[in-house]
């Protein structure tokens, strides 16, 4: 399993720096977590077609986290070169799909092709699935990759993710409550061979963030969606040192790791 991270900032662009968004691929086949970033050209920059993206996983529902959707949305749906994509978006409770549909094409009556209750026509299928039960519920198994999703607290509706391919476990932790009282139990729990957590809400300098971050049973722990007046690069380091031999890696767009 390859993890590339498409987008790492937190709820706004910096500098080179995207709103949450990480590629995954499995064999052949590529899916997203989180769509805060303009996927369409990150994947094109990276040679990667449309046609090829198996599953979208939204964490929760925060802009930041899905409004690369409309775009990519209007991209798939609108060009031939695209005929043949179909991609399953998995997302939770609390996004409105039908204004997103009305803001790409105006009023869906007036479009045969586009309307919202005609999903078999559609390339980008929105489909809501419901809130985790505490001892995870999967949420997509296409046979290559299995996704299972855990409740964390951040806002109503916000899941972590455990993805499980070519015999490899990855959890994404989603956003978490700035205390980590949500921190998911699959990470501390099971052993895992990496976990990707936040940094926008949490303070990595708080004494009981390493505490915490430090149970994870992973060889790695990756930083990402980091918010760089809260938590500036020298405070990644700092939690670095304390919860060693955990490898704790900040994420920057672009970066691939293999797992
Ligand atoms: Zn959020």
Request: charge should be negative.
């Amino acid at each position: 399993m390859k993890i590339t991270f498409l987008g790492t900032s937190h709820g706004i662009t910096e500098k080179n720096a995207f709103c949450s968004s990480a590629l995954v691929t499995a064999g052949d086949a590529q899916y997203l977590v989180d769509v805060g970033a303009p996927v369409d050209t990150l994947l094109a920059n990276l040679d990667i077609s449309l046609n090829d993206l198996r599953g979208i996983f939204i964490t929760h529902p925060h802009q930041d986290h899905y409004v690369g959707l409309a775009q990519l949305t209007f991209t798939v749906e609108d060009f031939g070169r695209f005929d043949l994509a179909s991609v399953p978006v998995l997302a939770p409770e609390g996004i409105d799909f039908a204004s997103l549909n009305t803001f790409l094409w105006g009023d869906p009556r007036g479009h045969e092709r586009y309307r919202v209750e005609n999903p078999p026509k559609r390339r980008i299928r929105f489909q809501v699935y419901p809130d985790a039960a505490p001892e995870g519920s999967v949420i997509f198994d296409d046979g290559q990759l299995r996704v299972t999703a855990f409740p964390v607290r951040h806002i109503p509706h916000s899941h972590a993710f455990l993805l499980e391919a070519e015999g490899k476990r990855v959890v994404f932790t989603g956003d978490l409550l700035r205390d980590l009282s949500d921190y998911p139990r699959v990470a501390t729990e099971t052993p895992v061979d990496l976990v990707v957590t936040e940094a926008a809400h949490v303070r990595l300098d708080d004494p009981d963030t390493p505490m915490i971050l430090g149970k994870s049973r992973t060889p790695a722990l990756v930083i990402s969606h980091r918010a760089p007046g809260r938590n500036p690069i020298e405070k990644v380091e700092a939690l670095a040192a304390a919860i060693a031999p955990i490898k704790v890696i900040a994420a920057f767009d672009g970066m691939a790791l293999e797992v």
